[in-house]
């Protein structure tokens, strides 16, 4: 509520609000799993899924 007042453009606020929690979620991910295996792309069903989402 308070930033829709200080704010008035819903899409942008909506596009910042995502943006900082894609950050926030890749510092946990990158502080949770220190293997750089998991970090790769292989063509699998995990890639068909990420495609896909």
Do not use: G
């Amino acid at each position: 509520a308070k930033m829709s007042k200080r704010y008035p453009h819903p899409y942008s606020s909506s596009a910042l609000l995502n943006l900082f929690a894609a950050i926030q979620s890749t510092c946990v991910a990158a502080i949770t799993d220190w293997d750089p295996s998991a970090w790769e792309l292989r063509w699998d069903v995990n890639l068909l899924t990420i495609i896909y989402t």
